[in-house]
């Protein structure tokens, strides 16, 4: 267990290396060919040398695209929605998935992320609760401080839900949140605007 690169489990593979098959998953989830698999690799273990990304090396990351505002609170979302097997840290695959359903996935797959971040509880359903905690977040990470009026998170996590809760019980199912972001550009603006 002494060595540099830390034991994955895999067959004895450390978290640094990027093996054949590994490189055959991501071809499949993923638009990326083994060249810019490769890219992406290199990449990576520049910014994370034990092939693990943890949630504060994440949040340096995120600051850097968002300089102007406050990036630890939808960090925290982010993460746990990336960390796939739960254990604390993202490490490659998880990262490389992430990336592409969100910038290379279709409108459905994007959609389904930023629901899957929104669903705080994992419940399959998002609430104004839930919907506060991210608007807020995502002001945070903008760096919008009005907050007054229609801009009031809770406010607009109310108007969001009302108008795109097809069922009537106050929460938004994944199939409503993706039906109701594609058919309203301002909504889908809001929550999903890389979508």
Avoid at 72 to 93: L, P, Q, R, V, Y
Avoid at 123 to 141: C, F, R, V, W
Wanted: proline share 3%.
């Amino acid at each position: 267990m002494g060595n540099k690169g830390a034991k994955t489990g895999k067959a004895g593979k450390t978290s640094t290396e990027l093996t054949a098959k590994e490189i055959a998953m991501l071809r499949a989830n993923t638009k990326y060919s083994e060249k810019e698999i490769r890219e992406w690799h290199a990449g990576f273990l520049r910014d994370c040398p034990s092939g693990k990304l943890d949630k504060k090396k994440f949040v340096e990351v995120y600051k850097q695209f968002y300089p102007q505002g406050k990036a630890d609170s939808f960090c925290k979302h982010a993460f746990a929605t990336f960390d796939s097997n739960n254990d604390g840290t993202i490490d490659f695959d998880e990262f490389l998935i992430a990336i592409a359903a969100s910038s290379q996935g279709n409108l459905d797959d994007r959609l389904e992320l930023a629901f899957d971040m929104y669903d705080i509880s994992g419940d399959g359903q998002i609430d104004q609760k839930e919907l506060t905690t991210l608007i807020s977040a995502m002001y945070d990470l903008l760096g919008e401080t009005d907050r007054k009026g229609d801009k009031d998170p809770k406010k607009r996590a109310g108007d969001i839900i009302a108008k795109l809760d097809v069922g009537g019980d106050k929460k938004l199912s994944k199939q409503e949140f993706i039906a109701g972001c594609k058919n309203d550009p301002v909504v889908r603006q809001l929550l999903a605007p890389n979508a």
